[in-house]
């Protein structure tokens, strides 16, 4: 177990850059969100 | 052992303090690690030493050295090897996403459709973006001949998606109910036919939202989004009639009525969902305690927003608010941990955080969609790039009655405003977490949509190290549980 740093949660967003972009998931002003844009708190829809 | 030549450390690392905890996150992995306080203070360090580094020769065992001067030697030893295996395993420091910009199909896809049913208004909000309804033209509703010609619109241009979205927005659209309900009927006939479905939401300032109305999107299965300030004094103050009255003794009890039947509303926005949507202003820059006031009542999903407003304006965010309005999201990160462990949680909109399940990089690359995939439809059937641009002629896509091809320059601009060419983007920490910023924020303070708008970015950033922080202590709570 590492002594200094205690990882929480692994992402592997780099790597979605060529297997994603299937554009099924909802337009972000579409939820709650009129006039911030707030892409990055949505989830996968695929 | 850590690898750092020609790494850029402040780009791809961000490194901060929230609450109790040392947070680090990997912005190329979007993974996040809580460090000790000397491995925070040694990443810190490397930084400034990087930036100082003016010749940019960045000789690695030179910046451990200086970065790392108050370690023992076995103490930075252990951090760098600790910090080398995240490495390899792409978890911290990781290799820069490949940039690759964003790419598009031709003719553009539109998905999504902000219909504006009602350039009218039965409240008179002081910060309204639409100019209290008519968004600088004359108060008018559209008509079901517009209405479905905008839905044969997208359903046309939508190419291979198999759902498509419409929210119905104005103004306020109940004062349009009745095509509201033509259209949600014809919609949903005129998908299926071609073996699609269309996904409703409605926004609405909550005062029409009756029993009926309410019985009838509960049965249609529409989402809803209803726009509430928080406290009284502050909703009334922003959010009155066109007498001077506040609007907060009629919809907060309406509200709070339509939210039972959805006691399980996703807070993604995922299915049938409702949210509850306020803006904050100068006059509130303590809005955690309207959020908290809305908690208190049993509204589980909300969102507060930073207003939109011309820096003239005496209810704009300045500057020198910035600290404040800070606070109050830290204040409101701790109450939000409190509320879910006293059993009253709740979500607030800017503090989901999509990390392991998020969205895909490139989705964040190019944002909302505004202008080639999300379209806003006036009463008189212009076509706009999202509803804060209708009425400016400048960003004007087209219109349903004319030529039905989008302007292709106001297509190109919008494609092109993505992050990666956004000067102020490249090195941020942020920059896979906002796309950005909002095009029409960026355009109303900078006049240009590649330009960022300074002060929201200031204030996303915030938000996202208390959603991170919250992230990571949702996951400690499960872990006990």
Redo the contacts between chains.
Sequence with gaps: M?????????????S??????????????????????????????? | MLKIDHYNIAKNVHVFRQGNLNIAYDVNSGSLHIVDDKTAQFIINMIQVQIQDLKGTGDPHSIFRVAGADLSGEEKNEILMELGALQRNNLLFSQEAEKIEPMYPEPPIIKAMCLHVAHDCNLRCRYCFAGTGPFGGSRQLMSFKTGKSALDFLLRNSGNRAQCEVDFFGGEPLLNFDVVKELISYGKKAAAQIGKKIKFTLTTNAVLLNEEVSGYLEEEGISIVLSLDGRKEVNDRMRPYAGGKGSYDRIMPQILRFIEKRPAASRYAIGKYYYVRGTYTRYNMDFYQDVLHMADQGIKRISVEPVVAPPEEEYALREEDLDTVKKSYDILGEKVLEYMQNGKEFSFFHFNAGLDDGPCLPKRLSGCGAGHEYVAISPEGEIYPCHQFVGQEKYKLGSLYEEEKLNAKVVAAFRKAHVYIKEECGSCWARFSCSGGCHAANAAFSGELTKVYSLGCELQKKRLEVAFYIKIREREQRVLV
């Design positions: 590492a002594k200094h740093i205690q990882t929480v949660i692994k992402g592997n967003l780099s979605t850059v060529k297997t994603g972009g299937c554009g099924n998931c909802q337009t972000s002003c579409q939820s709650a969100c009129k006039t911030s844009c707030t892409v990055g708190n949505q989830v996968c829809e695929k």
